[in-house]
DNA sequence: AATGAATGAGGATTCATTCAT
DNA sequence: AATGAATGAATCCTCATTCAT
């Protein structure tokens, strides 16, 4: 096995065209794989979304499964950059973990095809699954480490506190994307976060 | 597990005998759904477990998603009775709410078969889930309802702030049964809680 | 092999109370049959008409097939009964052939969910349809030869002639039991008769 | 057997290779369905026969249903095409009534096992069964008010005696098909056609 | 005589994946 | 790079019939 064979993913397009066509496609699953499910969604509906032949799939993906792993990272890298950017400039702690609570549930919102194919790789890749949640909740826990060392928050177990907040947030995205009461959820996303930060304040 | 408690089909057995098949076939069926999932589980599985003929389970369910909303139905049912059972006799709301929170993680790590399968319900029975959780909420709603009304606690939208404990079961019951990193899990609970309590609490 | 084994149908009742019972399950099959045809109709929605438990249907009958056939070979005895009744009297010949065609029809009609079983033997049960027209051709045979050897028609292969208003009967009743277009029936049958009175009459 | 002659569906093949498959499917499905009859007969025995693997019956057939239609459709087609062609240049109004009578029971016993499949249409695709029937009492009727509009025969219900004449095919055709006594058949047609031509004439 | 539970060999259909062009 | 035909193991569900009571 030559470094060839590791570093390079014989999968990836080579030309252009090529690049185009697997974009099509990851679009695709996306959207079948959004609004219909893992199981329910299949290599030939994505296909004649993306407008290629059946066999086109697999010059660019070696499994279904694989690009519904695809899809989980590619939210997980997305999602992360999102908040970051709305979080810039912003210096307040406190202030920050609200935000970012918004930010997450913005983003999901605005892409609930994929934020439904996160929740289901519990089901379906669920290391994927973990992958994307421990990414958020090293964020949160970081973030309250600094705010508790400078005093900002009251001290408790950072660890535990931010795995709380990764409960709100995937419950709320959930509440969104899942049960569509589109309304509500701010409302439910502050009133929680609220309760919490008065708890977090310092007494 | 007993079938009774089971919403009625012109399936249920007429006799001691078919009872314990139908018994031993929803105990199997929580085994396998739960260790294996929905997708992954096939009725020859359950039917082997149950030492009876494949035939033997559309005696007594319809088809296979059937008998996995009758196990999320079941559920319910069995949780709520478990948490009313550990309540009698608490008077303080906040206590009870608590409580209510800590039975709930109990009862799904003592049957984490089956809170998996509510939890993939999600993706196989939507409507199911649903129901699931919005019996817990109402429960959740009207003990907060009780709990501002006498002035116990701040006022507030009680059936958002339900949601939110709601929020927080999901996630915790999710990390503990998928995860099974089992030993945190109380301690986010509790921690998790604590924080929404000192924000419930009278200023 | 004694005689009582071949002379004794050991699923034959024994008691009034099981000849009531064979009774009610050849009602049902008869309507079964009729109305969805054999293939799909089920043993269990046979008892189920009949109020009995599936097993009960093996106590009189040997399989699903046999039933069919009995119900097949009943038609023609009644068919014939009601058609001679019909005839009782009647000494113009050619008269006897159209008033015989009518009351086939006529039959046919009253029991419509068993003439749809006769026909549909033909793909469960050839040897059953085969039988049950075979009876009816011979009949017309024989009057038609009589009507010609005393000149009252003209002569001809009546065996074929036969064949031929057989024929009219098999196509009018498929068109009175299957398509249901019963205002009709009657007027194509006079219609038919008279053509083939026509060309039967002496030139 | 061509496929082009069938109705469209998104099954269709897109190549050469693809269409002579189907068109090999289609041959043994006519040779299966017609042999032993539609529930007797497995897609196993349909794609062996073919000499292709069970899931390419799927690649141009929605269903076991479907294929049927398909034969009973195409048989009509075909046989209307071949009456059309033996009347070519046949003026005598009666005569082409007679002649595609003949040409009818021609092209069925030349095609037995898809004149099967038509007759077994009734039990397994109802209005495939009417629509097929429908379009020859049509072609008849139309011949005889040409025929009577101008004088050639006597006057009468032509849309009722169309039916007659169907009548005679079904069974003449149901006749040479399931029963077999092959010699027999154009007896019976010419015998019956003659009674009928009889009635026909001008008085 | 009657019951209804249990059986298990079918049989239709699915669909991710491979292959040949 | 792209195609679409071909594959066939996998799986759900059926239902006539037998069995034990």
Redesign the interface.
């Known amino acids: 096995m030559n470094q060839d064979s590791i570093s390079v993913n014989d999968k990836n397009p080579k030309t252009a065209r090529g690049a185009k066509t697997k974009a099509k496609l990851l679009e695709a699953a996306s959207l079948e794989f959004g609004a219909r ?3 329910e969604c299949m290599i030939a509906d994505i296909t004649k979304r993306a407008n290629v032949a059946m066999g086109t799939f697999y010059v660019y993906f070696e499994s279904k499964e694989v690009v519904f792993r695809e899809l989980v990272q590619y939210m997980g890298q997305t999602t992360r950059a999102y908040i970051s950017k709305k979080l810039e400039g912003v210096s307040d702690r406190l202030e920050a973990e609200k935000k970012g609570l918004h930010a997450f549930i913005e983003f999901a919102r605005a892409n609930k095809d994929l934020y439904r194919i996160v ?2 790789s ?2 379906v890749a ?1 290391d994927a699954y ?1 992958d994307y949640y421990t990414s958020f909740q090293k964020a949160y826990a970081e973030n309250l480490r600094n705010a508790s060392s400078k005093g900002e928050i009251r001290n ?2 950072d660890e ?2 931010a ?2 907040l ?3 947030s ?3 995205g ?2 969104y994307c ?2 569509d009461d589109s309304k ?1 959820v701010e ?2 996303a502050d ?2 976060f ?7 304040k310092m007494g």
Chains 1, 2, 3, 4 share one sequence.
């Open positions: 499910g893992y199981h929740m289901e519990q089901f669920e973990r408790g177990d535990v506190r795995w709380g990764i409960g709100l995937v419950f709320l959930m509440r899942i049960w509500k409302d439910v009133a929680a609220d309760l919490i930060k008065n708890g977090l």
